[in-house]
């Protein structure tokens, strides 16, 4: 009598489940699946946020974004529906937001103040949808941008309360001179020696519409406008301007450093606690109105 064999044991890797790990684990479970052809309505959302804990806008699966964030909290307002959230752009790990743009796309019949409702009943309380809007089934919060604009804030004295919102230099800075220096940044430049290696395989031109650095108070702000931005570059731009104003850093090293490559503005990459994402534009007039009203002369124009 021939014996008939035992079916082979399930081998071990089979049997255990792969544990998640801790932050992913929070979010996994009630994610939406984020899909870029999600049906339904779509919204423009009005974002703040403290990015402290975050590691950025952008999703990932092991850790904490703010994409993230909003998604969990979609898949809590919107129980399997499928969503399409994208942002304006991507902010660093540590950067804050005053009024950071993205959209939602779901097949929902709730109102946008229902939506803002929702959402931020289920948000942490360092991330704020400020408003929901309707939007046109074309409007991409991050194609349909063309210009954004980032503050920096840099302290010139410690404080108690906005070490997680600011820069402390504790050196004296020569203000005219980051003025002057931070105007030559203005226009269309190649900003290669202020980008991370790997976005030196796409394009690192950057068209910069204004570049403003102003004392207030106990503070120095830098606002830059621009059409987009490098990862870093913002916080590089700051770091440089800021070696200008110790005095270590010339005029000519800044037109050099904006003409190739250079390692040198990486060394001095301002830390992201005092940068803010603070306004995204979604028309050329929009824009030229805020110029020519914000700085009193004429914006940049390509020749």
């Known amino acids: 009598m021939t014996r008939r064999k035992a079916p082979a044991a399930p081998a071990a890797a089979t049997l255990r489940r792969k544990r998640q790990p801790e932050r ?9 699946k984020l899909s870029p052809r999600s049906p339904g309505r779509r919204f423009k959302l009005t974002l703040e946020y403290d990015g402290t804990r975050y590691s950025g806008w ?5 850790a904490r974004t703010i994409q993230g964030a909003l998604a969990k909290a979609a898949a809590t307002l919107f129980p399997g529906q499928p969503v399409e959230i994208q942002g304006c752009g991507r902010t660093d790990s540590g950067v804050h937001a005053l009024h950071y743009v993205a959209h939602l796309a779901v097949a929902t019949d709730l109102a946008p103040l229902a939506i803002t409702h929702g959402l931020n009943d289920a948000l942490p309380k360092d991330i704020v949808v400020l408003a929901v809007e309707r939007a046109g089934a074309d409007f991409h919060a991050r194609h349909s941008c063309v210009a954004r604009r980032y503050l920096y804030r840099i302290a010139k004295r410690k404080s108690a309360f906005e070490k997680k919102y600011v820069w402390w230099v504790r050196d004296r800075l020569n203000v005219g001179a980051m003025q002057r220096a931070a105007r030559l940044m203005i226009g269309m430049h190649d900003f290669a020696a202020f980008a991370e290696k790997q976005e030196l395989k796409k394009s690192t ?27 870093k570059m913002v916080r590089r731009m700051v770091g440089i301007l800021v070696e200008v104003g110790r005095g270590n850093l010339t005029d000519d090293d800044v037109r050099q450093l904006l003409s190739g490559p ?40 390509a020749p």
């Open 205 to 231: 031109r950057v068209l910069l519409h204004r570049v403003e650095l102003a004392e207030e108070g106990d503070f120095i702000l830098i606002r830059v406008v621009g059409s987009h931005f490098l990862w």
């Open 58 to 62: 952008q999703i990932q699966a092991d």
């Open 262 to 301: 250079s390692d040198l503005p990486a060394r001095y990459t301002a830390p992201p606690s005092g940068l803010f994402f603070e306004r995204a534009f979604y028309s050329e007039e929009e824009l030229q109105e805020f110029l020519a009203e914000a700085g009193g002369t004429e914006p940049w124009q």
């Open 24 to 32: 992913e684990r929070a979010i996994a479970p009630s994610k939406p």
